[in-house]
Nanobody, 125 residues
């Protein structure tokens, strides 16, 4: 089992920044990818970014590329999502997720095995 605990989030004005963190515990060594997703009411959960732990690569949704940065702190089993130049359309509940299988599509939330509790990000115009 893997437990994920998120922190960060909140209310920010457009153009501002926020940093989300996600700490993994339990069988954290079994994680291949750490992803970030977001969801607004009535819509499907949307891929935001991923950090592939075996090689340290990062991938982003086109909507956040150049504004968001995902990074990891292996010593603390923690992944961060730095969000800059925030827009009102970034408003959502943000979730971190852990994938314990390799060679599966990191953009598909169905391939993730563990999820954080979610944290609200609200960007005002």
């Amino acid at each position: 089992q893997v437990q994920l605990v998120e922190s960060g989030g909140g209310l920010v004005q457009a153009g501002g920044s926020l940093r989300l963190s996600c700490r993994a515990s339990g069988r954290a060594f079994s994680i291949y990818d750490m992803g970030w997703f977001r969801q607004v009411p009535g819509k499907e959960r949307e891929f935001v970014a991923v950090l592939t732990l075996n090689d340290g690569n990062t991938y982003y949704a086109d909507s956040v590329k150049g504004r968001f940065t995902v990074s990891g702190d292996n010593a603390k089993n923690t992944v961060h999502l730095q969000m800059n130049s925030l827009k009102p359309e970034d408003t959502a509940v943000y979730y971190c997720a852990a994938k314990t299988t390799i060679f599966t599509n990191y953009r598909d939330p169905r391939n993730y095995d563990y999820w954080g509790q979610g944290t609200q990000v609200t960007v005002s115009s």
